[in-house]
Each structure stands twice: as structure tokens, then as C-alpha cells.
């Protein structure tokens, strides 16, 4: 049998302030790992664009070794052991197996980093205190219970306890005492009331009362006085403009004032005078509205329209306050973004995101900048760039390795954000990548 053998350099610039690096492939086309004297598994494996992003995720990880790249379903295969593999080899004529010699390691924007232990999508991740990261539910090809923790330090995941129910649609929020409430959700075949707190030290459930309105695609937000306020979303029967208090005190939930408007997949920001500014979303049309609800008297006020109607957004508090809702879907997908100032009560147009999205992240870094990632705009996009408060401005940054929608960012202890599976092209995703 002849083996065609390429050797490739390969030589990658991130950026003008990132030094040129490089790096060496053997190619071998038509060829897998026969795994004759081991079992080779790849540690993991996860849809992507093309070879190219196959190559650099394996640059990016420490431990990746070799790659198998499957050309018919573009499935990249990472593999951390190759002892004694070398010359171990079947006929695939859909494979390309690619092992790699590294001159120095590659630096880029993303790195993929180790994949959870269960492909999801429209799942929580919520940062505890001692930094490890919570994610919890979701949806995929097999029903989700079983939640787990990432560990920045160790970059490892670990699984915990399951929950009672699966849940997707739910919503998570992490509690002055450091408990997690988990509110809501659906459980893949009727939207919940249930809700449920885990406690981060014992990594155990209990219980925290029902809802008095079954409820998922919900928002919930932490007050400063401890309890949490949650509103609108779909109960299954209809989209929902109810609202309820949970006291972590009392562990109940108490029905709020509902708001002027029924919505569902819109957002809630918290902000710095305690008040809820919830924005947009959908209850049969596209919503341009917008309310406030103040804990103080209980009481709604509706405040000035957005420009846009939009659901499937994202609204991100400013370190001046504002808040930047950016993207959605209104019909058509956009890239408009504007800002909320609280002091004034109006909207006022910002800069265009570079590309339309909804279904994307929006995170807050501690420059104060405000990173977007992924989303759909009718593709996938693993597109993202930064927002600059300052300008008023978007750039492009480098793109994720994996295009993604309903997947999370998480600003860790370090600064640095961890995206979190996510679908893409009706799969669901186990990968995980650092910026």
C-alpha cells in the first residue's frame, strides 16, 4: 500500500502585536489510526468548518498530538497519544490524519481548551466563588441532567450530582449565600414551575419551592436585597407577562406585579438603582418596548422604545451604567446596537456590530469593553468583536475555531472568557474555547 506523506510548514500571523510562530504537519490523505496496539481515543472531537480549524485547535491544546480530520462531516478528532501509532494505519479514504511536530506553539484570540463531558446547547453556566465554572442543563441528543464543573485552573471538568428533572430553557442565578437557583425550564415535554439550589461546597440539591407559574425562556435577576425577580417567558400554553419574588430567607416565591406586556426572549438588566429595565422580545409580534420594574414599591413603569424591535438580543450593563442591547432578530437579522441611559430614560443609536446576529453572547470584560461571540444570522457564525464603550465602536477580533448559537460566556477569575457548547448545523457541541 502506498501512503501519500506531505510535509507541510505552516506559518500563522494572529495579529501585528502577536509574533509570527510555527508549526509542522505530516499529512497523510486516505489514512486513519488502526489503533493496532492501543486504543487511541481521541480526547476530543467536535464539528468544524474545514481542516484549517480542525489544525489550529489541535495547536491550541497542549496535549493534542495528531488530529483526524473527517472530511464527508467535517469532524475533527484530537488525539493526545500516539505512542507506537506511527506506523499503525487503515485505508480510510475520508479521513486525513494529520500529526503534528511543533516548532513553537501557536498564539491566537481562542484556544479550545478540554470538552465537557456532554454535548448541549441552551444551557446555564453560572461562576461560583472559588472561580469554577457551574454549567447545568440544556438540551442535546439525550435528555440532560447530569450537571458539571469546569475547573480554570486544572481545565478539567468534573460531573456532579444530577438534578431531579432535566432542564432546558430554564434560567440559573447565583445567590448572595453562594447557593445556585435553578428556576424553571422545560423538561422536554411541559414547561416547569419546579426550582431547584445547589449548594457549591456539599455539590448537592434540594429544593427551592415551586413557581407559582410554570415558565421557561424566562429572565431572573439577582436584587440587592437577595431575592430574585422573575418574569415573562413561555408556560406552554402561552407567552407569560407574570412576574414572581423568590426569598432565599423563606425559600418561597411570592407573584409580583405583572408587567405592562407579555414577552418572551427578551432581557433584564439590574440596574445600579436596583431597578429591572426589561427589553424587547416576542409575544406574537417583535417587540420595540421596554419597562422598568422597581422592587421598592413592586410597581411597573414603562420607559422610552428602543429604535429596533428585536428578540433573541443581548443587554449588557455598562461600567457608566448605560446598557448596550446589541443584535437580534426582528424578521430580519441585525447589527444594530443602541444604548439605555437610566438617568435620561431614552435610547440613543450606537456603532453597527460588523456582522448581524442573534442567539449570540455579549460579556462585560474588565477593560469594560463588551465582547460578542457566535450567534445565527442564517448561518452559524463563530464570528466575534469588541464593543468600545469609549468610541462607541465595534472591531472585529479573531474567530472563535468553532462557528456557535446557544452556547454561554463566562468571564472567569482571570479575565479571560469561556464559551461553552452551543449548537451548530443541528449538532450539539461539547467544545469549549478560552479568549
Not at 434560567?171 to 415535554?189: D, K, R
Amino acid at each position: 500500500m502506498t501512503r501519500l506523506l506531505l510535509l507541510i510548514v505552516v506559518f500563522l500571523q494572529r495579529s501585528a502585536a502577536t509574533d509570527m510562530r510555527s508549526f509542522v504537519l505530516t499529512v497523510m490523505n486516505g489514512q486513519q489510526f488502526s489503533c493496532a496496539n492501543t486504543t487511541c481515543i481521541p480526547f476530543s472531537s467536535f464539528a468544524v468548518l474545514n481542516s484549517r480549524r480542525c489544525q489550529l485547535a489541535c495547536v491550541n491544546v497542549n496535549q493534542c498530538q495528531a488530529i483526524g480530520f473527517r472530511q464527508s462531516i467535517t469532524r475533527c478528532d484530537l488525539f493526545s497519544n500516539i505512542v507506537n501509532q506511527k506506523k499503525n494505519f487503515s485505508l480510510n479514504h475520508d479521513v486525513v490524519t494529520m500529526i503534528m511536530n511543533v516548532n513553537e506553539s501557536l498564539s491566537t484570540g481562542w484556544m479550545l481548551v478540554t470538552s465537557m463531558n456532554t454535548s448541549r446547547a441552551s444551557h446555564t453556566a453560572s461562576v461560583l466563588s472559588n472561580g469554577n465554572v457551574l454549567v447545568v442543563g440544556g438540551y442535546g441528543d439525550i435528555s440532560i441532567k447530569q450537571p458539571e464543573i469546569y475547573n480554570p485552573a486544572a481545565g478539567t471538568w468534573t460531573t456532579v450530582a444530577s438534578m431531579n428533572i432535566t432542564r432546558k430553557l430554564h434560567a440559573a442565578s447565583i445567590l448572595i449565600n453562594g447557593l445556585v437557583l435553578i428556576s424553571g425550564g422545560n423538561n422536554g415535554v411541559n414547561f416547569l414551575t419546579s426550582a431547584v439550589l445547589f449548594n457549591t461546597s456539599s455539590q448537592t440539591w434540594t429544593n427551592a419551592g415551586n413557581m407559582n407559574t410554570q415558565r421557561g425562556a424566562h429572565t431572573a435577576s439577582v436584587l440587592s436585597g437577595g431575592r430574585v425577580f422573575v418574569c415573562g417567558g413561555d408556560s406552554g400554553s402561552g407567552f407569560l407577562n407574570k412576574a414572581e419574588l423568590y426569598d432565599p430567607l423563606t425559600n418561597t416565591w411570592t407573584p409580583a406585579n405583572s408587567m405592562s406586556t407579555i414577552r418572551v426572549d427578551h432581557t433584564a438588566s439590574l440596574l445600579a438603582n436596583d431597578k429591572v429595565l426589561v427589553v424587547g422580545g416576542y409575544n406574537g409580534g417583535y417587540l420595540n418596548t421596554a419597562e422598568l420594574y422597581d422592587p421598592s414599591s413592586g410597581n411597573w413603569a414603562m420607559t422610552s422604545k428602543m429604535k429596533y424591535a428585536r428578540q433573541h438580543h443581548r443587554s449588557s450593563v455598562l461600567s457608566d451604567g448605560k446598557v448596550l442591547v446589541s443584535g437580534g432578530y426582528s424578521g430580519t437579522y441585525l447589527n444594530t446596537a443602541e444604548l439605555y441611559d437610566p438617568l435620561l430614560g431614552n435610547w440613543t443609536i450606537t456603532g453597527n456590530m460588523s456582522f448581524a446576529r442573534a442567539q449570540h453572547t455579549a460579556s462585560v470584560l474588565p477593560s469594560g469593553k463588551v465582547l460578542v461571540t457566535g450567534g445565527f444570522n442564517g448561518n452559524y457564525l463563530n464570528s466575534a468583536e469588541l464593543y468600545d464603550p469609549n468610541t462607541g465602536n465595534w472591531t472585529k477580533i479573531d474567530d472563535m475555531n468553532i462557528c456557535r448559537r446557544f452556547h454561554t460566556a463566562s468571564v472567569v477569575s482571570d479575565g479571560k472568557v469561556l464559551v461553552i457548547g452551543g449548537e451548530m448545523n443541528s449538532s450539539y457541541l461539547n467544545s469549549v474555547e478560552l479568549y
